[in-house]
């Protein structure tokens, strides 16, 4: 199955991860609200913690409880699910989600989505991805955490399983420290798998890195997104709110039609190219006779009389006819 999505338009992600806080009706209205902002996808995740983790799995710094603890209480049902991706269909956005084992991935699979996203985590559980490859959809892949030999890996396996897949540059940290973004290894990524779209998943807190990735060739951009970025949670440090989603489509969109790489001149240049170039000028008064000498000549705007690049070829010539100071030299006026 191939990727349900065109790859020649940058497809933006809508992470709401767990910014719900477990409130279906705050998930819904993240729907609607990506939607609005022009989002492609909103993306949300299926945890089912015992599957996925031990409960004594340690904290991380972006958590202020256990995570198991949290997931508890706030993650998503499979009905949620249905009732998320039903609403997304009705309004017009595609509704993507992360399965954190293979369970989770075959409940999602049962209820029709029609690709996965794999989080960082999971990148090098080979034995967990086999089993998410063998429902036949296509994943994408966030790449935090590992090297490119883990990554050149991890493709092996799935070319190797028949899954088809993608690639998420990422920095696994919450937020990241600029400096350790690395955005060019999204073209690293970009030589390493010609064939495999690349895109760029970005935890900073600002669209900077965004605009970034898609300017290096980013096909697909995720980013955390929130209602409102006072809510506390285990992402909140990493979400844009919803017009900060907005102003992150808009530049997108501006970015990917501006990244032409064929240097023409423009029909709308000509018109200024006929004022803002330099046509050669007369200094002073001449007369017929006159060989002309660089200090002779000078040039001025417009453009439309003989061009300044055309300057060092009269140097020798003769005037036919007299011509004013300060006036358009023409080729007509000399002996050739």
Same mark, same amino acid.
């Given at each position: 199955?191939?990727?349900?999505?065109?790859?020649?338009?940058?497809?933006?992600?809508?992470?709401?991860?767990?910014?719900?806080?477990?409130?279906?009706?705050?998930?819904?209205?993240?729907?609607?609200?990506?939607?609005?902002?022009?989002?492609?996808?909103?993306?949300?995740?299926?945890?089912?913690?015992?599957?996925?983790?031990?409960?004594?799995?340690?904290?991380?710094?972006?958590?202020?409880?256990?995570?198991?603890?949290?997931?508890?209480?706030?993650?998503?049902?499979?009905?949620?699910?249905?009732?998320?991706?039903?609403?997304?269909?009705?309004?017009?956005?595609?509704?993507?989600?992360?399965?954190?084992?293979?369970?989770?991935?075959?409940?999602?699979?049962?209820?029709?989505?029609?690709?996965?996203? =794999?989080?960082?985590? #999971? !990148?090098?559980? /080979?034995?967990?991805?086999?089993?998410?490859?063998? &429902?036949? $959809?296509?994943? %994408?892949?966030?790449?935090?955490?590992?090297?490119?030999?883990?990554?050149?890996?991890?493709?092996?396996?799935?070319?190797?399983?028949?899954?088809?897949?993608?690639?998420?540059?990422?920095?696994?940290?919450?937020?990241?420290?600029?400096?350790?973004?690395?955005?060019?290894?999204?073209?690293?990524?970009?030589?390493?798998?010609?064939?495999?779209?690349?895109?760029?998943?970005?935890?900073?807190?600002?669209?900077?890195?965004?605009?970034?990735?898609?300017?290096?060739?980013?096909?697909?951009?995720?980013?955390?997104?929130?209602?409102?970025?006072?809510?506390?949670?285990?992402?909140?440090?990493?979400? =844009?709110?919803?017009? #900060? !989603?907005?102003? /992150?489509?808009?530049?997108?969109?501006?970015?990917? &039609?501006? $990244?032409?790489? %064929?240097?023409?001149?423009?029909?709308?240049?000509?018109?200024?190219?006929?004022?803002?170039?330099?046509?050669?000028?007369?200094?002073?008064?001449?007369?017929?006779?006159?060989?002309?000498?660089?200090?002779?000549?000078?040039?001025?705007?417009?453009?439309?009389?003989?061009?300044?690049?055309?300057?060092?070829?009269?140097?020798?010539?003769?005037?036919?006819?007299?011509?004013?100071?300060?006036?358009?030299?023409?080729?007509?006026?000399?002996?050739?």
């Amino acid at each position: 199955m191939t990727f349900p999505f065109d790859s020649k338009k940058v497809q933006v992600i809508a992470e709401a991860c767990d910014n719900h806080m477990g409130s279906i009706d705050t998930a819904l209205e993240m729907c609607r609200l990506a939607k609005l902002a022009g989002a492609d996808f909103i993306k949300f995740q299926h945890h089912l913690a015992d599957e996925e983790m031990l409960a004594e799995t340690p904290m991380s710094d972006n958590f202020d409880e256990p995570l198991y603890d949290f997931l508890k209480k706030n993650a998503l049902s499979l009905d949620d699910h249905i009732q998320l991706k039903s609403f997304c269909e009705e309004i017009g956005i595609k509704y993507l989600c992360t399965p954190f084992s293979a369970k989770a991935a075959e409940e999602l699979s049962g209820i029709g989505v029609t690709m996965f996203k =794999i989080g960082s985590g #999971e !990148l090098r559980d /080979l034995p967990t991805l086999k089993k998410i490859a063998k &429902l036949g $959809l296509p994943m %994408i892949l966030s790449t935090g955490m590992s090297t490119l030999d883990e990554i050149k890996d991890t493709a092996k396996f799935l070319k190797d399983q028949g899954a088809e897949f993608s690639f998420l540059n990422c920095v696994s940290e919450y937020p990241p420290k600029y400096e350790e973004m690395n955005i060019g290894f999204i073209t690293s990524l970009i030589e390493s798998f010609p064939n495999v779209i690349i895109g760029h998943s970005d935890h900073s807190p600002d669209l900077y890195t965004t605009f970034a990735a898609v300017a290096l060739g980013a096909r697909i951009v995720e980013k955390h997104v929130i209602l409102d970025k006072k809510t506390p949670g285990p992402d909140q440090s990493v979400s =844009i709110d919803f017009n #900060e !989603l907005a102003q /992150l489509v808009d530049g997108v969109r501006k970015i990917e &039609l501006s $990244l032409g790489s %064929i240097k023409i001149i423009q029909p709308k240049e000509m018109a200024i190219r006929e004022w803002a170039y330099r046509s050669v000028i007369a200094v002073s008064d001449m007369v017929p006779g006159m060989v002309l000498q660089e200090a002779d000549l000078t040039t001025k705007r417009p453009g439309t009389g003989i061009p300044a690049t055309k300057l060092f070829q009269l140097i020798g010539k003769e005037l036919k006819r007299p011509v004013k100071g300060n006036t358009m030299l023409k080729w007509k006026d000399l002996i050739l």
